[in-house]
């Protein structure tokens, strides 16, 4: 479903020229009040609790040009992990999902994303990735807070 840019949002996010499609992977249970926010800031309504096969044939059909990545990280991981810092999904076959359906651009609001794009950049993909820019710690994206300024405040920014 295609949802207009928030008039709010600046020119340093990457959605700031979107009449494109959003998808967002919910892969921590405990992150489902921010992918809630998030999509809540997007103006969106694709909203995927988890990698289940539904959730991928749906978003598949959907052919969404972003894909925001909404879990746990660990510094010494290349896989999107879960609160009990299991890991649920590799970034390489995020990756390569994401070339196969279409997406241009991935948007990875997980802790400690410099493993993850190191797999990103070795993987050669014309993706573009945004990640924070450092491994500290991410503030999840709640209450009052606008994506406008929970990106600037995380250092948020294009990494490939």
Avoid at 115 to 139: E, H, N, P, Q
Wanted: charged letters at 20%; aromatic letters at 8%.
């Amino acid at each position: 479903m295609s949802a207009a840019a928030p008039a709010h949002l600046s020119n340093d996010i990457p959605i700031r020229v979107m009449t494109a499609t959003h998808s967002v992977f919910v892969y921590a249970i405990d992150l489902k009040q921010a992918g809630a926010r998030l999509i809540q800031e997007l103006a969106i309504r694709q909203y995927y609790l988890s990698w289940t096969a539904a959730h991928v044939k749906a978003a598949e059909a959907l052919k969404a040009k972003y894909v925001w990545l909404v879990g746990h990280g660990e510094k010494t991981s290349t896989a999107i992990v879960n609160a009990s810092s299991k890991p649920v999904i590799e970034m390489l076959d995020i990756v390569t999902w994401c070339e196969a359906n279409g997406a241009t651009h991935i948007i990875d609001t997980c802790c400690a994303p410099l493993s993850r794009l190191g797999v990103v950049k070795k993987s050669k993909t014309t993706l573009k990735y945004y990640c924070k820019k450092d491994d500290d710690g991410i503030t999840q994206i709640l209450g009052n807070t606008t994506l406008e300024n929970w990106w600037a405040t995380e250092q948020f920014e294009q990494r490939h």
